[in-house]
């Protein structure tokens, strides 16, 4: 019995994650199908550039309460009181949300050569849900330093790379201190390789200079020319 309860929250993680808002916003203000705007992904950004700021703010908001509702659900279903071992629940939860977000079962396709592939997100609100779940003040951490990155650094996929690395660090620091489990260090390591892995494309591009700029950098390159 305990199995089946386990692997249906499991299971319901992944579908709720899998509720992609940014396709249903974009196109319920737009009429445009995000998937066909810029990189493809559901997410806020892309959101944004789809359908305006509020749609992008919008989109990234439903999305961090995607991740920080499944914690809580488990945190409900799976107290750390009765066994410590409910750790792992807690940390799957939201993991299974970025898997959701990333590649919905409600966004399924056929590529150009037949087969069939799940669209999605990149991962980035929902992780930074998922860490405000299992420990609320790490919004306090995450989200300055993750706008210092985009401003200064200027790539929006290396900030949602850093997301979960931050966590991570963050989680091994509580951890290691005694005030987190440390089954939830694991939580931004997980989402990490899930988050690299939906922004290969993303990377080629920076590998090869490409890759689009924003923030302090943006326009410092822009008045470089002027000097």
Not at 6 to 19: C, F, K, N, T, W
């Amino acid at each position: 019995m305990d199995l089946l309860l386990y692997v249906g929250m499991l299971i319901l993680d992944y579908l709720i994650g899998s509720i992609p808002f940014g396709f249903i916003i974009v196109r319920l203000r737009t009429g445009k199908d995000i998937r066909n705007v810029e990189s493809g992904r559901t997410g806020g950004t892309n959101a944004m550039r789809a359908a305006g700021l509020w749609a992008g703010i919008v989109t990234a908001i439903l999305d961090f309460i995607k991740g920080s509702g499944a914690v809580w659900l488990a945190k409900t279903l799976f107290p750390l009181a009765n066994h410590p071992g409910n750790a792992w629940m807690h940390v799957l939860a939201p993991i299974l949300v970025i898997l959701g977000h990333n590649y919905s079962i409600f966004l399924i396709e056929r590529n150009q050569k037949g087969e069939l592939r799940l669209r999605g997100g990149a991962g980035g609100a929902p992780c930074v849900g998922g860490a405000f779940g299992l420990w609320a003040p790490s919004s306090f951490v995450i989200l300055p330093l993750a706008a210092a990155i985009f401003y200064f650094i200027g790539y929006a996929s290396v900030t949602t790379m850093s997301v979960a690395l931050i966590t991570a660090g963050l989680f091994a620091v509580l951890g290691g201190i005694g005030m987190n489990p440390w089954q939830y260090a694991l939580y931004g390591i997980l989402a990490e390789f899930l988050i690299v892995w939906s922004l290969r494309s993303n990377i080629k591009r920076l590998i090869a200079g490409n890759e689009r700029l924003v923030g302090w950098r943006a326009r410092r390159f822009k008045k470089a020319p002027e000097n």
